[in-house]
């Protein structure tokens, strides 16, 4: 599933292939992906409208209309935005065909079609963009921060991480990232992480989203995840513990990466980076896989 990295990239590719265009005809081939309004109201908002800039908020993308409105696009589990033009070859599972009045098309693609597209005038209507925490490229997460989100809570540091409410971006593979970065137990309780554990985590969600950012983000093996143009990212080749069950940690290089499900969601990790403490044991129930 795209995260922040990901999105981030689809954001900057829009900046380029569609920000400035009047969109001049819509086509919706698949309604699942228009659920939340319609075909008709998809058609009927895009046609004529003028995109006047590409936002990302998490994990959402919201490019403003010159109509007063905004599109916004989710890309869920295998979306694609992929730039194209009229005639070219598109994927199976193109979903929806936008056609830019400079002779170019962009292309929502998504085999899976848990990804959408609405256009909404208030932002009431996507109730879960109010819900959304701090965007962590354009509010950095300090040590501070975290210690004020952190207090007394006994929620375990990767479910901590995948909150949206908290910190809105990240998902299964940069958790796993930053806690082992953070040499944390993906299971710790925020609330007993130490003010070193917080300067550390802190660190690591800035370090592991930039250098994703600057990467392209990460195509895993279905090679689902691509930028606009239909290039792949390189951070996977940079990834420590995610993808990596069975190998060598290469931080340590004396234990092998392990899954566990945690939150139940893969979650790899080092037992010798990232022990679990006596008392991340106790109020925890990790499943061995
Ligand atoms: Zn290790």
Known sequence: MPELPEVETVRRGLDQHLVGRRISAVQVGRERVVRRTS????????????????????????????????????????????????????????????????????????????????????????????????DPLHDPITASVLSAMWQSRSQGLKSFLLDQRFIAGIGNIYSDEIAHRARLHPLTPVGKISSAGRFRVAAAITDVLEA??????????????????????????????????????????????????????????????????????????AIKE
Do not use: N
Request: aromatic fraction near 4%; hydrophobic fraction near 35%.
């Open 39 to 134: 075909a008709q109201e998809l058609i009927a908002g895009l046609t004529g409208a003028q995109v006047t800039s590409a936002e990302r908020r998490g994990k959402y993308l919201i490019c403003p209309l010159d109509t007063g409105k905004s599109l916004m696009i989710h890309l869920r589990m295998s979306g694609q935005l992929l730039s194209g033009a009229p005639g070219g070859i598109r994927p199976a599972h193109t979903h929806v065909v936008l056609d830019l009045h400079d002779g170019t098309q962009m292309w929502f693609v998504d085999p899976r079609t848990f990804g959408e597209m609405v256009v909404y005038g208030d932002a009431a209507e996507i109730p879960e963009l109010l819900r959304l925490g701090r």
């Open 212 to 285: 994703a950012v600057a990467a392209g983000g990460s195509t895993l093996g279905d090679a689902q995840y691509v930028d606009l143009l239909g290039h792949s990212g390189s951070y996977q080749d940079r990834h420590r513990v995610y993808g990596r069950t069975g190998q060598r940690c290469v931080t340590c290089d004396r234990s092998r990466i392990e899954r566990i499900t945690v939150a139940q969601r893969s979650t790899h990790l080092c037992r010798t980076c990232q022990p679990l403490t006596r008392m991340a044991r106790r109020s925890a129930s």
